[in-house]
């Protein structure tokens, strides 16, 4: 039987991402992995990109509290990395450096996917993140895959292969909790292509990307997130 305390204790000190389409579980798995860390006391905090810091947070308003359907994705891109390198220096960096576990919620690699499916090559991305955030990437990011149209129903959301709608180059609909008429302005195409850059993450990430199935109860996927962090080199 795998000793879960082993594998908490894999992750001390060390800086865990999840990321994925809106709706696959990611927020009901990194409380299920905070529960962990408690369990088997290890030190740890958790995070939340963008945002997670009062200069970070300013900035997070700004993309969730106002329709970004006009700003270009470029501006958006800088926006987001503005914020992480706030977060990098502020809080990953010191925590990282006492032996503190990072637990991320979202990180580059949601602009890699997001972006991405905006128009903004996740290659560009990747570089761009190098000035903001050095050498601090996450030691693995775990992805949580799912259909969009079954992500839709887990937020009670209309699916969007049930209407339609235009793309913009403003992609507020990245966070769970943006207006939802932004989010419903995004055709199926553009929840698809979010969803395929995060399954090619791994060919352009310069860190270790495990993708997961989100299908299935919270300890299942649970269970599956444990089993790739047992199995990484961390």
Partial sequence: MVSTKR?????????LVLDGIDGAGKGA????????????????IRTRDPGGTPIGDRI???LLDFDLSEMD????TFLFM???????WDVITPALSVGTAVLGDRYVSATCAYQGAAGYDPKRTVELARFAIGDVWPHLTIILDMEPDEAFKRTNRKSPAQRKGVGGKG???????VHTDAMESRPKEFHERVRELFLELAGVYPAPVVVVSGDGSVEE??????????????
Wanted: hydrophobic content about 40%; overall charge negative; aromatic content about 8%.
């Fill in 7 to 15: 594998i908490y204790e894999k992750l001390r000190g060390k800086f």
């Fill in 29 to 44: 798995q990194i409380e299920r992995l905070q529960a962990g860390f408690d369990s088997c006391s290890i030190e740890y």
């Fill in 60 to 62: 997070r308003h700004v």
């Fill in 73 to 76: 994705v470029n501006c958006e």
């Fill in 82 to 88: 503005a914020s992480r390198a706030q977060l990098v």
């Fill in 171 to 177: 992609q507020t609909m990245l966070f769970h909790d």
């Fill in 221 to 234: 996927v649970h269970a599956r997130i444990l089993d790739a962090v047992d199995h990484a080199t961390l």
